[in-house]
């Protein structure tokens, strides 16, 4: 990357196994870091609702987030893990620097769990 770095538009987290997370000290590197990212991808990692929470906040360029069956954790830390991963994006309002956004669920896999009801009621708190 070199001395461009700093002007980096997009973004990959990606792990094969859903070791990687995203924590918040993880959000404060990536926000001081990237301040140009227009585009952050998020695939098979844990994400930290804060950490996101965070990087929204403070990355005034960014347009949109996606996530490929990632695990959702948590500001108390409860995570379905080894239950569901989500896909969803995530894209700020067309003119808006800051508060306007909006989330768009894709789907959920689950390998043995059929409670549906309980994972729209995880989606919809992790992203409110």
């Not at 585009?39 to 347009?63: C, D, G, H, M, Y």
Request: glycine content about 4%; overall charge positive.
């Amino acid at each position: 990357m070199g001395k461009s770095y700093s002007q980096l538009a997009t973004l990959e987290f990606s792990s094969f196994d859903h070791t990687l997370a995203l924590r918040t000290h993880i959000a404060h590197v990536t926000v001081k870091s990237f301040p140009k990212l227009s585009t952050l991808i998020f695939e098979k990692i844990k994400v930290f609702k804060a950490a996101v929470r965070f990087i929204i906040a403070n990355s005034p360029e960014l347009k949109v987030i996606h996530f490929r069956s990632c695990y959702l954790i948590f500001d108390d830390g409860f995570m379905d893990h080894g239950r569901y991963t989500y896909t969803f994006d995530w894209r700020r309002s067309k003119g808006s620097k800051s508060g306007d956004s909006e989330w768009f669920f894709h789907y959920m896999t689950d390998d043995l769990y059929r409670d549906y009801d309980g994972v729209s009621r995880h989606y919809d708190r992790w992203i409110n």
